[in-house]
């Protein structure tokens, strides 16, 4: 059964930087897309972007262009979203998900979330 | 705001069937390959209920389905369960990108 593993919760300060991380287990990791998903509190579901970790392609939804940076480690299936500084509005619960683009194009496989905290 | 428009909440009783909307310029909704479903519980990951307009993947009970009228999908869910007391997403991709409806509460009378 696939499986994407999401890192812990986060409490950071306004300006610091943060990498958080989506493990994959199972099969064809790098064949498929995996997407960021932010979710602010009590809020709907924002799709962010996504990364293909066969060739480390980005997608970004512009509203989200410049503010993360997404990256990947293939030799550990593992796909990283990273901050540079955040904000007190970037505290929100952030999903990976897995993204299938072939004939149907929808999120099978859910990370559990990460919830990050931005405060002073 | 998200381009594709979800009504706020909905609500039925036990055993009754109700019925979801999506409503969204066309461009939003690519193909129907491209409408897909999610069920949220609080405090949880989304779930793919739907995909590709009216597939369900398995262990989805066939309670629920999917369907699309003009720029308008829907779920409908028969059959009502306690347990379907939940926010469902509507969701497609279009331009290279996956857009989310805001959101809809089902409340279980």
């Known amino acids: 059964e696939v499986q994407l593993v999401q890192s812990g919760p986060e409490v950071k300060k306004p300006g610091e930087s943060l990498k958080i991380s989506c493990q994959g287990s199972?099969?064809?990791?790098?064949?498929?897309?995996i997407a960021w998903v932010r979710q602010l509190p009590g809020k709907g579901l924002d799709y962010m972007g996504a990364?293909?970790?066969?060739?480390?392609?980005?997608r970004y939804n512009p509203s989200f262009q410049g503010q993360v940076t997404f990256s990947v480690d293939t030799s550990n299936d593992i796909a990283y979203m990273q901050w540079g500084g955040l904000k007190a509005s970037d505290t929100a619960t952030y999903f990976c998900?897995?993204?299938?683009?072939?004939?149907?194009?929808?999120?099978?496989?859910w990370g559990k979330g990460t919830t990050v905290t931005v405060s002073s | 705001q998200s381009a594709l428009t979800q009504p706020r909440s909905v609500s039925g009783s036990p055993g009754q069937s109700v019925t979801i909307s999506c409503t969204g310029p066309n461009s939003e909704f690519g193909g129907n390959n491209y409408v897909s479903w999610y069920q949220q519980h609080p405090d949880k990951a989304p779930k793919l209920l739907i995909f590709g307009l009216t597939r369900r993947p398995s262990g989805v009970p066939d309670r629920f389905s999917g369907s699309k009228s003009g720029n308008a999908a829907s779920l409908t869910i028969s059959g009502l369960q306690p347990e379907d007391e939940s926010d469902y997403y509507c969701?497609?991709?279009?331009?290279?990108?996956?857009?989310f409806g805001g959101g809809t509460k089902l409340t279980v009378l």
């Open positions: 998900a897995r993204g299938r683009t072939i004939d149907f194009y929808y999120m099978d496989v």
């Open positions: 990364i293909y970790p066969g060739d480390s392609s980005t």
């Open positions: 199972g099969p064809s990791f790098t064949s498929y897309w």
């Open positions: 969701c497609s991709y279009a331009g290279n990108t996956w857009v």
